[in-house]
Protein backbone atom coordinates (compact mmCIF):
# COMPACT_ATOMS: atom_id res chain seq x y z
CA UNK A 1 0.00 0.00 0.00
CA UNK A 2 2.83 2.39 0.75
CA UNK A 3 3.97 1.90 -2.47
CA UNK A 4 1.67 2.94 -4.61
CA UNK A 5 1.17 5.78 -2.24
CA UNK A 6 4.63 6.84 -3.03
CA UNK A 7 4.50 6.38 -6.62
CA UNK A 8 1.11 8.52 -6.70
CA UNK A 9 3.54 10.99 -4.77
CA UNK A 10 5.94 11.05 -7.25
CA UNK A 11 3.64 11.54 -10.17
CA UNK A 12 2.17 14.59 -8.46
CA UNK A 13 5.58 15.92 -7.90
CA UNK A 14 6.84 14.84 -11.36
CA UNK A 15 3.35 16.54 -13.21
CA UNK A 16 3.81 19.80 -10.46
CA UNK A 17 7.55 19.99 -12.14
CA UNK A 18 6.79 20.10 -15.43
CA UNK A 19 3.60 22.57 -14.50
CA UNK A 20 6.05 24.83 -12.95
CA UNK A 21 8.66 24.41 -16.47
CA UNK A 22 6.09 25.16 -18.54
CA UNK A 23 4.97 28.03 -16.14
CA UNK A 24 9.07 29.79 -16.24
CA UNK A 25 8.94 28.86 -19.98
CA UNK A 26 5.52 30.91 -20.55
CA UNK A 27 6.69 34.40 -18.37
CA UNK A 28 10.39 34.09 -20.25
CA UNK A 29 9.07 34.44 -23.21
CA UNK A 30 6.90 37.25 -22.55
CA UNK A 31 9.31 38.61 -21.04
CA UNK A 32 11.82 38.90 -23.80
CA UNK A 33 8.65 39.47 -25.94
CA UNK A 34 8.03 42.73 -23.73
CA UNK A 35 12.06 43.84 -23.92
CA UNK A 36 11.87 43.17 -27.89
CA UNK A 37 9.13 45.43 -28.10
CA UNK A 38 10.61 48.37 -25.25
CA UNK A 39 13.22 48.52 -27.94
CA UNK A 40 11.36 48.56 -30.99
CA UNK A 41 9.52 51.28 -29.76
CA UNK A 42 12.64 52.87 -28.37
CA UNK A 43 13.77 52.89 -31.80
CA UNK A 44 10.52 54.53 -33.38
CA UNK A 45 10.93 56.88 -30.65
CA UNK A 46 14.13 58.35 -31.21
CA UNK A 47 13.65 58.29 -34.75
CA UNK A 48 10.57 60.07 -34.80
CA UNK A 49 12.15 62.91 -32.20
CA UNK A 50 14.91 63.19 -34.78
CA UNK A 51 12.97 63.57 -38.08
CA UNK A 52 10.83 66.11 -36.19
CA UNK A 53 13.71 68.02 -35.30
CA UNK A 54 15.34 67.82 -38.91
CA UNK A 55 11.60 68.94 -40.16
CA UNK A 56 11.72 71.87 -37.83
CA UNK A 57 14.91 72.96 -38.77
CA UNK A 58 16.64 72.81 -35.67
CA UNK A 59 19.44 70.10 -37.12
CA UNK A 60 20.33 69.53 -40.81
CA UNK A 61 19.06 66.46 -42.27
CA UNK A 62 22.77 64.86 -42.17
CA UNK A 63 23.17 65.70 -38.69
CA UNK A 64 19.92 63.77 -37.98
CA UNK A 65 20.91 60.59 -39.92
CA UNK A 66 24.23 61.25 -37.75
CA UNK A 67 22.33 61.34 -34.32
CA UNK A 68 20.32 58.21 -34.80
CA UNK A 69 23.13 56.27 -35.77
CA UNK A 70 25.10 57.28 -32.52
CA UNK A 71 22.26 56.66 -30.90
CA UNK A 72 21.69 53.01 -31.85
CA UNK A 73 25.18 52.69 -31.85
CA UNK A 74 25.53 53.70 -27.91
CA UNK A 75 22.57 51.31 -26.90
CA UNK A 76 24.45 48.40 -29.55
CA UNK A 77 27.39 48.70 -27.40
CA UNK A 78 25.59 49.25 -23.83
CA UNK A 79 23.67 45.94 -24.94
CA UNK A 80 26.84 43.92 -25.41
CA UNK A 81 28.36 45.66 -22.20
CA UNK A 82 25.44 44.06 -20.37
CA UNK A 83 25.85 40.55 -22.25
CA UNK A 84 29.39 40.81 -21.09
CA UNK A 85 28.73 41.33 -17.46
CA UNK A 86 26.08 38.74 -17.61
CA UNK A 87 28.07 35.89 -18.88
CA UNK A 88 30.92 36.93 -16.87
CA UNK A 89 28.39 36.70 -13.83
CA UNK A 90 27.05 33.50 -14.78
CA UNK A 91 28.65 31.97 -17.74
CA UNK A 92 26.76 29.80 -20.62
CA UNK A 93 26.57 25.98 -19.97
CA UNK A 94 29.07 24.10 -21.78
CA UNK A 95 28.47 22.89 -25.13
CA UNK A 96 28.20 19.36 -26.73
CA UNK A 97 31.55 20.21 -28.22
CA UNK A 98 33.07 21.51 -25.54
CA UNK A 99 32.58 18.30 -23.65
CA UNK A 100 33.40 16.13 -26.38
CA UNK A 101 36.68 18.08 -26.96
CA UNK A 102 37.35 17.57 -22.83
CA UNK A 103 36.42 14.16 -23.15
CA UNK A 104 39.20 13.72 -25.89
CA UNK A 105 41.43 15.27 -23.97
CA UNK A 106 41.05 13.41 -20.98
CA UNK A 107 41.33 9.87 -22.96
CA UNK A 108 44.63 11.34 -24.24
CA UNK A 109 45.82 12.21 -20.91
CA UNK A 110 44.48 8.69 -19.77
CA UNK A 111 46.69 6.70 -22.25
CA UNK A 112 49.75 8.40 -21.57
CA UNK A 113 49.20 8.16 -17.91
CA UNK A 114 48.90 4.25 -18.81
CA UNK A 115 52.19 4.54 -20.98
CA UNK A 116 54.19 6.40 -17.98
CA UNK A 117 52.94 3.28 -15.61
CA UNK A 118 54.05 0.42 -18.40
CA UNK A 119 57.45 1.96 -18.56
CA UNK A 120 57.78 2.20 -14.57
CA UNK A 121 56.53 -0.96 -14.27
CA UNK A 122 59.34 -2.69 -16.93
Sequence with gaps: MNKKVEEKVE???EE????????????????????????AIAQDEVDSFVSKL????????????RLV??????REKLEEE?????EKKHPSAATKADIEAL???LNELNKKIDDLIAKKSE
Excluded at 23 to 37: D, F, M, P, T
Excluded at 82 to 86: F, G
Aim: a positive charge.
Design 103 to 105: AAR
Design 69 to 74: KEVLDR
Design 54 to 65: AERGEIAEKDAR
Design 16 to 39: KKQTIASNLYEISRKVLLAAVGAA
Design 82 to 86: KRAER
Design 11 to 13: EES
